[in-house]
């Protein structure tokens, strides 16, 4: 399965229940398909952008770095309101490279490092206070003030954009001169975390520009949304110097603003070019050729690149080569006989052969499996007392799986399938959509592991838009997807609140844009509520470990593999330097371009 950029996973981030209908189920496509653009929406029905004038604007070589997997048509916008904007315009993955964010995400640790903003403080338990970079300026020359941050926050108030579900936990954004703003959460609903989220995750826009574009849409989203914006003025280091339906050009902006921040340097890079590749394989055999330097598809047995000595590098030197940042998992019906018994479903996860769908599946990219709300990760794994949940996880074991059915009383029958209390185990389907080839395969694997010990499971792999409806309503046995992906300041309790909250959440026949198999816990829904108002880490990890516990004694989901935030490969030839694990630069692996990752393109070199 090719990995998609995940705006449909970091719209979970915002957890606004009336608009994660939009967002909270899509996952991956498959790697045997042709990729989806970045944005994973669909397209805007506009006419294409004239291409830029001149010729084809070839750059020289050692001057350009080119990266892969993140546009996969003609570019239509550069509008971030459009939903379906060309690179390097996104929103959900705090890229910096035109519009900037106020902070920057790293991924190796979960903290926020200063951009725009200097610094954030909470007044109080409602009160964020941030200090903005006082050296901030548009390409344009303009200087950026607190009013840009106040009018991007309230475009999402005004109108229905990606960034509205913020507007669920803030009371009010209001500028305190030109360097400071405050941001007022809503004294009945003051989540902290998602709000952090938004000061790294929503770009900022420059009022003076897009206050006209209002203006000649009549404040009408739909017409706003059709604008090019073919030339956008951003704070980043990059702005806008080719594009046609072959490749996307920016180049750097000598008048960058932000040079203290980055050692008083501009970036190596005078160009990054995005050539448009048809699929996979011609976007994989550029990045083998030199043509690409850093690439965002996944690969199989990228180890075969390296081969015969090729500068080709992963940000692990050894498996499973890349870092996690989602787990793609299997919930339970709730309420379907069999199902319902948490035994029946920890035999299910332990008969389970993680290893076999991380090398088939994966190419071995997931890292053993330690089944628990948080990632594997240094950001995450810090949030739960490891040796506290040790008991209570379970590891590949057939015969222990067999072992605790036979002790439940669950016998099996002539034909090899048990029978509960007088329900048979089986025939149960368990489904994602057609075409995701690694969740395919996982899944394949899952039935003929529950064959094993006696539950016969069936796959079955409806078209997307199916799966999606049978997803959101319950109706399923097992069903595979991605509870709240990514690396965020509300990790992990977005995850642990996709998978276990039930307030909210429409019965069975209804729609449900989290908790899919209708769980229920009072507890967990109480600690669940507690945790974005607690600052103090130990009561926080004694929270988690709780949580965490309760998930793995009630199983009501079971993560199958790890996957990666981005596939950050790099190619060498050209230019040398990029960050690898344990070299102390702590910049993550994030494409050179997304969050704290764009300090690489002030480390790399000829």
Excluded at 135 to 158: E, I, Q, S
Excluded at 388 to 404: F, Y
Excluded at 459 to 480: A, S, Y
Aim: aromatic share 10%; with cysteine; hydrophobic share 40%.
């Amino acid at each position: 399965m090719r990995f998609k950029k995940m705006s449909g996973l970091i719209c979970a981030l915002v957890l606004a229940p009336t608009l994660l209908s939009a967002c909270e189920s899509v996952s991956p496509p498959s790697a045997t398909t042709p990729p989806a653009k970045e944005a994973d929406k669909p397209a805007v029905t506009q006419p294409a952008p004239a291409a830029a004038t001149g010729d084809n604007k070839e750059t020289a070589r050692n001057e350009t770095l080119y990266i892969n997997g993140l546009q996969w048509g003609a570019p239509t916008n550069f509008n971030l309101l459009s939903g379906n904007p060309a690179f390097p315009i996104n929103y959900g993955n705090s890229r910096e490279l035109i519009y900037e964010t106020l902070f920057m995400i790293n991924m190796l640790d979960g903290k926020l490092e200063p951009l725009l903003g200097t610094k954030y403080t909470w007044a109080d338990d409602v009160t964020l206070k941030i200090d903005l970079n006082k050296d901030a300026k548009w390409n344009d020359g303009k200087p950026f003030t607190a009013d840009d941050v106040v009018y991007t926050y309230k475009l999402g108030k005004k109108y229905e954009v990606n960034w509205s579900s913020f507007w669920t936990y803030i009371e009010d954004v209001v500028a305190d001169g030109p360097n400071a703003v405050t941001i007022k959460l809503k004294k009945e609903n003051p989540n902290k975390l998602t709000v952090l989220d938004s000061i790294e995750l929503i770009p900022m826009l420059p009022k003076h520009v897009w206050e006209e574009l209002e203006k000649k849409a009549n404040n009408e989203l739909a017409a706003l949304r059709k604008e090019v914006n073919a030339a956008p003025v951003g704070t980043g280091p990059y702005k806008m110097f080719f594009y046609n339906d072959q490749k996307i050009t920016v180049v750097r902006d000598d008048n960058y603003w932000g040079k203290t921040l980055f050692g008083g340097k501009l970036p190596a890079p005078k160009y990054i070019t995005h050539v448009i590749y048809k699929d996979n394989a011609a976007g994989d055999l550029a990045f083998k050729s030199n043509q690409v330097d850093v690439s965002q598809q996944f690969i199989p047995q990228v180890w075969n690149m390296w081969k015969g000595g090729a500068p080709v590098k992963t940000y692990m030197k050894d498996a499973p080569y890349y870092l996690p940042g989602s787990m793609p998992s299997i919930f339970f019906n709730m309420s379907k006989k069999g199902l319902d018994n948490a035994d029946v479903r920890r035999a299910i996860a332990m008969a389970i052969d993680y290893k076999k769908i991380s090398d088939l599946a994966m190419s071995g990219y997931s890292a053993a499996m330690k089944p628990s709300l948080t990632l594997d990760s240094d950001a995450e794994k810090k949030y739960v007392d490891q040796d506290a949940i040790k008991s209570l996880q379970w590891t590949t074991d057939v015969e222990g799986a067999n072992a605790l059915l036979d002790k439940i009383g669950a016998k099996k029958g002539q034909d090899g399938i048990r029978v509960l209390n007088g329900t048979r185990l089986g025939p149960f389907e368990i489904e994602c959509p057609y075409g995701w080839s690694d969740w395919n395969a996982s899944l394949e694997i899952v039935a003929q592991n529950a064959k094993a010990i006696g539950i016969e499971i069936r796959t079955k792999f409806p078209e997307q838009p199916v799966w999606n409806n049978d997803l959101q309503t319950g109706k399923f046995d097992i069903i595979m997807n991605t509870p709240a992906g990514g690396v965020s300041p509300s990790q992990p309790w977005n995850r642990a609140r996709t998978i276990m909250y039930s307030k909210g959440v429409a019965p069975a026949g209804e729609m449900a844009f989290w908790n899919w198999g209708r769980y229920k816990n009072a507890k967990a829904d109480e600690i669940i509520d507690k945790i974005p108002s607690v600052s103090d880490e130990a009561q926080l990890k004694s929270m988690y470990t709780e949580l965490t516990k309760m998930w793995l004694t009630d199983i009501p989901s079971v993560p199958l593999m790890y996957r990666p935030w981005v596939f950050h490969t790099v190619n060498e030839t050209v230019w040398k330097g990029f960050p690898t694990q344990g070299d102390g630069s702590n910049i993550p692996p994030q494409i050179a371009i997304d969050g704290s990752g764009v300090k690489t393109l002030y480390q790399i070199h000829n």
